[in-house]
């Protein structure tokens, strides 16, 4: 007897027929919804920073590096040319002013100081002796004007009482003519005797004046060309530190030639270079802040330098008060400058996001934070650590800050 072999609903060729259309169907499911919805991404939360929108007091600024100078440089050039013969002290020491620093030798120059001395020298003797002849001339022009002052009173005198005599007729004509032309020839005598005189007077004083002017010129040069073999010893013109000295005994030195400088320490000044897009917004006065772990240091602009050099440009500032102890010719400070007023505003922290971005979009958290999407920002003005939100994000909004490197083009991130 024939026995009935129960038939397998599901057979194996029937299964793995059911499997691969469940494939497709999973398959298709899936294409669809990434192909009709937007690309999503998950992350770990733990890899990523999450900010705050907060509303606060904001100010812009911007860090500079700068680097600290002495508050003044005296740059020594030789005024004048020579061998070195000394050399009094040694690069980096700390100088009083008026302290010789380096001793030159120029003989030719030397030889000029002499040469002066004796030609003053000269001249102040030629100006004594013609004082000399003038106080002897004018002692004899005066004895010649005695005598004929004499003569003229004798004349005079005698003309006088002829003239009465011959009126009461106890002379004749003859006798009082003679006495009168005896009178007017003293008289023309004596006037020209005192025009002469006066004209000697003159004549010596504008001598004596020519010779002083002469005297004085040449003195001045002498003292001119003593300030000049002076200036062969090298003197410190400030109080300060000597740098940049490089002379040797025996080397000869060119008139200008750069000899070292000398930094006034009793003060320092910051240099910063800052980049050209902020030019039009800095300017003398400006505040600056230097912040070290003990104490923010208030600095202002004092100078703008405007020209333009690879892209940047150069300030100049100085500390209001103190400057920090522990700072030093050379250093290197960290520096944040304000661009403008403290004003209340929506911040948004700083962070890697602004590379990918922009600052135009950022991902934003929904509100149980299990999901961040895309969302369009604006920025304004920005500080070390915030920036200054115009729109995009209200107070309380999650965002996140870090880098998107890793995020590649996906519009939503599922947080996990």
């Known amino acids: 007897m024939d026995i009935p072999i129960e038939k397998k609903k599901f057979s194996t060729k029937r299964i793995l027929s059911i499997l691969g259309i469940l494939a497709v169907v999973i398959l298709l499911v ?14 770990q939360k733990e890899r990523i920073t999450i900010s705050t929108i907060t509303k606060n007091s904001f100010k812009e600024t911007i860090p500079v590096n700068g680097t600290v100078l002495p508050i003044s440089t005296i740059y020594m050039d030789s005024q004048e040319g020579g061998r070195v013969e000394e050399v009094y002290v040694e690069d980096g020491a700390v100088l009083k002013k008026g302290q010789p620093i380096l001793k030159l030798s120029n003989t030719d120059l030397e030889l000029s100081l002499a040469n002066q001395e004796v030609a003053v020298f000269n001249v102040l003797t030629q100006m004594q002796y013609t004082k000399n002849i003038a106080e002897q001339n004018s002692m004899t022009r005066q004895n010649q004007l005695a005598d004929v002052e004499s003569a003229f009173n004798e004349a005079e005198r005698v003309f006088l009482l002829n003239k009465k005599l011959f009126d009461q007729g106890a002379i004749g004509i003859q006798d009082l003519q003679s006495s009168q032309n005896l009178y007017d020839y003293q008289s023309k005598r004596l006037k020209l005797s005192q ?22 010129r040449m003195n001045n040069t ?9 200036d062969l010893v090298i003197k410190a013109p400030i109080e300060g530190q000597l740098t940049s000295l490089d002379s040797e005994i025996g080397q000869s030195i060119t008139k200008g030639e750069r000899l070292g400088q000398l930094d006034n320490m009793k003060g320092f ?42 892209g940047r440009f150069q300030v100049d500032m100085e500390f209001e008060a103190e400057a920090p102890q522990t700072i030093r010719r050379g250093q290197s400070l960290q520096l944040r400058m304000a661009l403008s007023e403290e004003t209340t505003a929506l911040l948004l922290p700083r962070g890697g996001f602004y590379q990918k971005t922009g600052g135009n979009w950022i991902f934003k958290l929904n509100s149980d934070g299990t999901t961040a999407y895309k969302t369009d920002i604006s920025i304004g003005r920005q500080s070390p650590e915030y920036y200054e939100l115009t729109s995009g994000l209200e107070i309380g909004d999650k965002v996140i800050t870090s880098s998107y490197d890793s995020f590649g083009e996906n519009e939503e991130l599922i947080l996990q």
């Open 222 to 230: 002498l003292q001119l060309m003593r300030r000049k073999v002076g």
């Open 269 to 310: 000044k910051v240099r910063a270079d800052i980049d050209e897009h902020y030019i039009s917004r800095v300017f003398a006065g400006q505040e600056v802040e230097y912040i070290t772990s003990e104490k923010t240091y208030k600095l202002k602009i004092k100078k703008v330098y405007t020209q333009v050099v690879a």
């Open 30 to 43: 899936y294409v669809y919804k990434n192909s009709s919805g937007k690309s999503r991404l998950n992350v």
């Open 195 to 216: 025009d002469m005189m006066e004209q000697d007077k003159q004549s010596m004083a504008q001598q004596i004046e020519q010779a002083e002017e002469s005297y004085k």
